[in-house]
């Protein structure tokens, strides 16, 4: 178990509204990470983080926005949601082994 | 990081050995491979990752071919509960700094969905 919690697990919202997802770690591991999941398209990282306030864009950063403003929390902030992120979103952390991730349990968001 | 390929699906009875095979025939030296698994709906699970040599823990057995070009996990007995789909990824474990090569971020393809059968 690698003490990571999402939340919420699961939201319902409408277009235009802003979503934001927590993972919470409690391990302090420097490297967290977020993806989306998606029928056809498998796990997609979205954002990921290197340490607090170090932030970088993945494949698929359009329309979203991270903040690690301390080691244990990563925060996926939707700005305005759209139907096309109607997704599942799992955080990641990578462990202290040689390259290993550990996801959570992943956060169902459906935007209307 | 390397390309890999792998069967779209495989079947596999229930306490039988479960192989699943995954190519990656343009590896580098440095670059290790690392096997996840997805039970419906759940996070991926790390299983097993190598570098060259076999590997064993308590959920599977990989082995590496002597060129490094393939690899296999094996499940060595399995159960109705190992029915996932399963990734192989290959990637260095040790990126230069931390911004780089998205900060060990692993690409996940599609994966081979293993069903395990009574």
């Known amino acids: 178990d690698a003490g990571i919690t999402q939340s919420p697990r699961h939201k319902v919202t409408e277009t235009g509204t802003p979503v934001t997802l927590r993972c919470h770690q409690t391990e302090n591991h420097r490297y967290m990470y977020w993806y989306r999941q998606d029928p056809g398209h498998g796990l997609r990282l979205i954002h990921y983080s290197y340490g607090v306030k170090d932030t970088d864009k993945g494949e698929v950063s359009d329309g979203y926005s991270v903040s690690r403003s301390k080691t244990e929390d990563f925060l996926l902030t939707l700005e305005s949601a759209t139907s096309s992120q109607t997704s599942v979103y799992f955080c990641?952390?990578?462990?202290?082994?040689?390259?290993?991730?550990?996801f959570g349990e992943g956060s169902r968001l459906t935007v209307l | 990081d390397a390309k890999t390929t792998q069967p779209t699906s495989m079947d596999c009875a229930e306490g039988r050995a479960a192989n699943l095979p995954c190519n990656h025939s343009?590896?580098?030296?440095?670059?290790?491979v690392y096997w996840y698994r997805q039970i419906h709906s759940q996070g991926p699970q790390y299983i097993i990752h190598g570098l060259k040599n076999n590997e064993t823990n308590e959920m599977a057995s990989l082995i590496i071919t002597e060129d490094r070009k393939s690899s296999t996990l094996i499940l060595p007995h399995a159960t109705l509960r190992d029915t996932a789909v399963y990734y192989c990824?290959?990637?260095?474990?040790?990126?230069?700094?931390?911004?780089?090569?998205?900060?060990?971020?692993?690409?996940f393809g599609k994966g081979t969905s293993l069903l395990v059968t009574p």
């Open positions: 343009t590896i580098s030296g440095n670059e290790y």
């Open positions: 990824i290959v990637r260095r474990a040790n990126s230069p700094g931390g911004r780089s090569n998205s900060g060990y971020a692993l690409n």
């Open positions: 990641a952390i990578k462990g202290t082994g040689t390259g290993e991730l550990f």
